[in-house]
Structures are given as structure tokens and as C-alpha cells.
């Protein structure tokens, strides 16, 4: 199985500070006939289920606001919240989607400094 | 709007029985490949099954091959979890998912919509 290992488990920042998570994985989680990375990330709320940011590592998902970045390639992976706003507390999630079974990190959770 | 209901958890006891099931609408259910994921509390999330749209293939995490029972019934629209032999492992929130994917392709293993989740836990 792949491993995905994310750090830190938890951090804190100010509002309008840049937020940096990064997601590791045991194996390349990158295809190279189609020149993608099967990397997703969520984003959950408290009490809601998880949220779509973005796929094949650094596509935002639909209506997903432009702070939210994704960059990485191979097993190395990060989101970046360029500006963290109130409603960006959550804890976040990486999965790789290249091989069963679907495996996810173990989570970030973000708060406010 | 996508819309996806589970429901059927509840409390029961270890080696006994649980359905649970999925209601969708706002999308067209029969072109689409759906998931079961859980988190169990202090844990992880854990992707549990996957159907393809057409329900001809299922494929399951080998915590419950043998166990559990993915199913769709694509003229009502629902997806379900038939869940046997349940133990203590087995408590966890479960979501029914659906896959990035349409148009009837095989699933790409992401989760563009979620359901809220149903509650399983099993005690004695």
C-alpha cells in the first residue's frame, strides 16, 4: 500500500498569513504517459464532510478559492492557503488516487494564531 | 445541486448486521461511479468500496472484503452498504462519495461530492 504521511499533524497562523502543508508519499504517485500526479486534496470542516480543493496535485476544484494552491510532483507534495482566512479553519487532507487501495494522510488541522 | 443523503447507521451489536444507504439526486446517478469511505473516531479516513456506474464491477478495501456489499439500484437513484459480521473496527462515520468521474468511464478513485455521513457503532 502507499503511505501518505502529511506534517505537521497541526499548526497555527494568523489571519492573512500563509499556510504550508505538506504530503509525502511511500511511492511515486505520478503517471507519465499522461504527465499527471494522482494527488488530491480535501478540506474538512467541522461536522461537515470533506471538500474537494484540488486534483492531479494543483488543480483547484470548482468555485475553490485562488489561495488554495497545490504544487509538487513524484512523492513529494504541498498545499499552500496564501492568505488564511477565518473560514479556512479545517482539517485538511491528501490522498493519492494512482493505486488501490486509495490511501489518505493523516491530516493537518489549521487554526488561527 | 448534487445532492447525496446516507442514512441506516445506528448502534449494534459485534458479529450483527447493518444496510446502509445513499439517496442521490441533482446528477445523473447511472453515468457515475460510487464510494463508501468511513473515519473511525482518533483515526484516518478510510476508503471502504467502490461500484462502477453501471454496477457490473466492485472492488473493496480488504478491511471488509467478504464482509461488506456494495449495490446500486440506478433506477432509484440509491447506492447501499450491506455491512455482515460488523465488529468494534467497523465503528466509524460513514460517507457515501461520489466518483470524479462521468459519463459511465471507470472511476478515477476521487471524491467530488460527499454525503453528510451516517453514524455506525458496534458494542456490545
Known amino acids: 500500500d502507499i503511505v501518505m504521511t502529511q506534517s505537521p499533524d497541526s499548526l497555527a497562523v494568523s489571519l492573512g498569513e500563509r499556510a504550508t502543508i505538506n504530503c509525502k508519499s511511500s511511492?511515486?504517485?505520478?503517471?507519465?504517459?499522461?504527465?499527471?500526479?494522482?494527488l488530491v486534496w480535501y478540506q474538512q470542516k467541522p461536522g461537515q464532510p470533506p471538500k474537494l480543493l484540488i486534483s492531479?496535485?494543483?488543480t483547484r476544484g470548482s468555485g475553490v478559492p485562488d489561495r488554495f494552491s497545490g504544487s509538487g510532483s513524484g512523492t513529494d507534495f504541498t498545499l499552500t492557503i496564501s492568505s488564511l482566512q477565518a473560514e479556512d479553519v479545517a482539517v485538511y487532507y491528501c490522498?493519492?488516487?494512482?493505486?488501490?487501495?486509495?490511501?489518505f494522510g493523516g491530516g493537518t488541522k489549521v487554526e488561527i494564531k | 445541486q448534487v445532492h447525496l443523503v446516507d442514512s441506516g447507521g445506528g448502534v449494534v451489536q459485534p458479529g450483527k448486521s447493518l444496510r446502509l444507504s445513499c439517496a442521490t439526486s441533482?446528477?445523473?446517478?447511472?453515468?457515475?461511479?460510487m464510494h463508501w469511505v468511513r473515519h473511525a473516531p482518533g483515526k484516518g479516513l478510510e476508503w471502504v468500496a467502490v461500484?462502477?456506474?453501471?454496477?457490473?464491477?466492485?472492488f473493496y478495501a480488504d478491511s471488509v472484503r467478504g464482509r461488506f456489499t456494495i449495490s446500486r439500484d440506478n433506477t432509484k437513484n440509491m447506492l447501499y452498504l450491506q455491512m455482515n459480521s460488523l465488529s468494534a473496527e467497523d465503528t466509524a462515520v460513514y460517507y457515501c462519495?461520489?466518483?470524479?468521474?462521468?459519463?459511465?468511464?471507470?472511476?478515477?478513485?476521487?471524491?467530488?461530492?460527499w454525503g453528510q455521513g451516517t453514524v455506525v457503532t458496534v458494542s456490545s
Open positions: 441533482g446528477f445523473t446517478f447511472s453515468s457515475y461511479g
Open positions: 462519495a461520489r466518483d470524479f468521474y462521468g459519463g459511465g468511464r471507470d472511476p478515477l478513485f476521487l471524491f467530488d461530492f
Open positions: 490522498q493519492q488516487y494512482y493505486t488501490t487501495p486509495l490511501t
Open positions: 511511492q511515486s504517485v505520478f503517471y507519465r504517459p499522461n504527465n499527471k500526479n494522482y
Open positions: 492531479w496535485a494543483s
Open positions: 461500484i462502477w456506474s453501471d454496477g457490473n464491477n466492485k
